[in-house]
């Protein structure tokens, strides 16, 4: 199956710092979701983008299909942003699952 | 619309207990998965279904059962838990399969067996 690594696998921030996380995959995809697991360990969607930029408020990805990767752009962090964010992707067309990476901990410090 | 729900939200077991994770969706979706996620890790595929009556395997299947007899409801069921059971174990569901569209999480069900 499809192999997912983020990195850093750890990121402390100060309060307003801007960050950036990756995400690579070893095969092309249909799917990639970046997800956050806040402290009370919920799964909350932050972007479907298999392709091409988003944005939503402070948060932004971008996938780069081609050359495999994806990354997910803080800014102005805030503590609320602390938690865990998962990189997911899903690749043929008989891929029923989604494949997770090992995540990246945000510890944003006030 | 409530999303997607998971009853209860945690659970202790002893050795050789069993029980059942219910899921239910108020969105119409065809496709449902339950996961689970041990400590410091991404999620895993246990099951998934893709309508009612149709189940298949995921990654890690041993030890579980499922079944999908209307398109809101897919529990999973654990015969005979073990502590290699011990993990916390998300619903979730889409509209459209994995390759096309985005999964919606339930609050997930905190299982520890001891």
């Known amino acids: 199956g499809i192999q997912v690594e983020q990195s850093p696998p750890d990121l402390i921030l100060q309060e307003g710092a801007n960050s950036t996380l990756r995400c690579n995959f070893s095969?092309?995809?249909?799917?990639l979701q970046w997800f956050h697991q806040n402290p009370w360990g919920q799964l909350i969607n932050l972007f479907y983008?298999?392709?091409g930029t988003k944005q939503n408020g402070r948060l932004s990805a971008t996938t780069v299909a081609t050359e495999r990767y994806s990354l997910l752009y803080i800014s102005s962090s805030q503590t609320t942003d602390s938690g865990v964010y998962f990189c997911?992707?899903?690749?043929?067309?008989?891929?029923?699952?989604?494949?997770f990476g090992a995540g990246t901990t945000v510890t944003v410090r006030a | 619309n409530a999303g997607v729900t998971q009853t209860p939200k945690f659970r202790i077991l002893k050795i050789g207990q069993s029980m059942t994770l219910q899921c239910a969706q108020d969105?119409?979706?065809?496709?449902m998965y339950w996961y689970r996620q041990d400590p410091g890790m991404g999620l895993k595929l246990i099951y998934y279904?893709?309508?009612?009556?149709?189940?298949d395997k995921g990654e890690v299947p041993n030890g579980y059962n499922v079944s999908r007899s209307t398109t809101e409801d897919f529990p999973l069921r654990l015969e005979l838990a073990a502590p290699s059971q011990t993990s916390v174990y998300f619903c979730?569901?889409?509209?459209?399969?994995?390759?096309?569209?985005?999964?919606?999480f339930g609050p997930g069900t905190r299982l520890t067996v001891l």
């Open positions: 983008i298999p392709s």
């Open positions: 095969d092309s995809v249909n799917n």
């Open positions: 969105m119409n979706h065809n496709y």
């Open positions: 279904s893709v309508g009612a009556g149709i189940t």
């Open positions: 979730a569901s889409s509209w459209g399969g994995a390759q096309t569209d985005t999964q919606y």
């Open positions: 997911a992707v899903a690749g043929s067309s008989n891929d029923y699952k989604l494949s």
